[in-house]
């Protein structure tokens, strides 16, 4: 019997979407199975450029139809920017390797800019790029300065002709070697400060394009670029001024959140490997599955993975309902990144400690899950760029909550206008939410889930009365750690609120919240030691630690679970 938590391809019928959306994620699955898995290892160790599975999507219209919204879809009524099925295709992507879905998430990254754009012309041209099977590039980050947009040196000189010659280079940009389009950031020379700003399209293809290299060891073509002296037309020009800067961070927040799904399907995969391994390894007359410490850390890592999914199928239903009124997403979509992306290395740790050399064989999608997935932590942001920005949230969410509607599970066919209408990327102290603790007083029967709820008490406490002052608020190291423990409680929260509305097995979130205990004990802990911790703070680090609830015979329901992971999938040879 298939797992209902874990995705297999074996029994995947996606019938919660549209008969066209089916049909698309079941063809992709078919695709990559169809290859086998000798061809997906042989491409990923050759960093063979992807182009017959680019083939693939142009003829099914896969991006087309999934990145194209419906205001630029024309009459094809199945074409619509719906985050709930671009995150199940993240899932596969990452489910069948990371190289296949950069090509993807670059090309969301791309498109971003040009769907925010007033251009009417550069909307309709990437619409039929789309349509024609290219992909798209994202030009922001530079050598010098990274992802720093206030320091960008790609100049743009007006040319007296109501356009522009751009001049300067980009670095780390995905697909930079084959777009179709590339949205370039850039600033002109003859206006000082953020009024300056400029999002304009580029073509790869262009004789003034200049492609470096490849700065990766990899089938993602990760470009340096250089324009020299290149064309810049009016009918180019995506943003100008704040505008552009705004379009930087917005596309971002649109694209930051497919790292999370992508997180899952890479530990899918490596789970099914793993778990049937061990199972089926004899050492000193048993299998390894039968000594105690392997049980528990194929647990730990199963219950990670099914809080990785909860936490980010819920996040998908606030992206969805998301508004001027309710931007709620602007600390789920961090957590996505930060917290879920990190989760997923814990889970491949936790099963390479297991299976061990088996993890470095060249014939198992383990050796490159094991090392594709330290990326997801480090892309669109480190995590300690989105732990900062979580803290922003912090104060409203635990202390100040607000009546809102409920949100339902959001899989209906609709367009997310919204992601592309977000105004400006400020007022993060503004956003309100709504009662946490609804979520957990729902399970306030299970031990663990009462036990962590004395944590995040505590937190609330720590926000009132030992909250860091005006000089520790400039000590990062000390903030991160505070940040960490509130990640926790906004983790917690929407893996309950998705249980419950999916019917999660009891078992698995008390054994979950049994981790998620032990994990916010481990990080007061860490608190206690910061260099400039308060007294008082560190008398609150130490009476926030709890153990949790053992239980015997929950655990060896749960161990069960996983155990029946051995054998359920292999990818076809």
Known sequence: MADPLLFNPRTYDPAHFDPETR??????????????????????????????????????????????????????????WDTARIAALNEIFGFYGLDYWYAWQVTILGLGPVWQSENAAARARAAQLLEQGEVFAFGLSEKTHGADIYSTDMLLEPDGEGGFRATGSKFYIGNGNAAGLVSVFGRRTDIEGPDGYVFFAADSRHEAYHLVKNVVDSAKYVSEFRLENYPVAA??????????????LNTVNVGKFNLCTASIGICEHAMYEAVTHAHNRILYGRPVTAFPHVRRELTDAYVRLAGMKLFSDRAVDYFRTAGPEDRR??????????????????????????????????????????????????????????????????????????????????????DDTFLFRQGPARGLGSVRFHDWRAAFDGYAHLANVARFREQADVLCEFVTTAAPGEEQSRDLDLLL???????????????????ALTGTDEDVLDELFAVLVRDFSAYAVELHGKDSATEEQQSWALGAVRRPVVDAGRSARVWERVAALSGAYEMAP
């Not at 086998?36 to 896969?62: M, N, P, Q, T, V």
């Not at 789920?332 to 936790?350: A, R, Y």
Request: glycine residues 6%; proline residues 5%; aromatic residues 10%.
């Open 481 to 499: 750690a505070v940040g960490q423990l509130f990640a926790l409680v906004v983790h917690g929260q929407l893996i309950l609120e998705q249980a």
């Open 329 to 414: 997403y602007l600390l789920f979509n961090p957590m996505t990144k930060m917290k879920v992306t990190t989760e997923g290395e814990k889970v491949i740790d936790l099963m390479w400690d297991v299976i061990a050399a088996k993890g470095f064989e060249k014939d198992t999608y383990f050796a490159q899950a094991a090392a594709e997935i330290r990326g997801l932590p480090k892309l669109e942001g480190t995590v300690h760029v989105n732990l900062a920005l979580i803290l922003k949230f912090m104060r409203n969410h635990l202390l100040a909550p607000v009546d809102y509607p409920p949100v339902p599970t959001r899989l209906d066919a609709a």
């Open 23 to 80: 049909r698309l994620l079941r063809a992709t699955v078919d695709w990559f199975e169809t290859r086998g898995k000798r061809k997906l290892i042989e491409d990923y160790r050759s960093r063979a450029w992807l182009a017959d599975f680019l083939e693939f999507s142009a003829k099914e219209g896969l991006f087309a139809t999934f990145l194209t919204p419906a205001a630029a879809a024309g009459d094809a009524p199945d074409k619509r």
């Open 235 to 248: 009918g180019d020009i995506l943003h100008t001024g704040r505008g552009a800067f705004d379009a930087a």
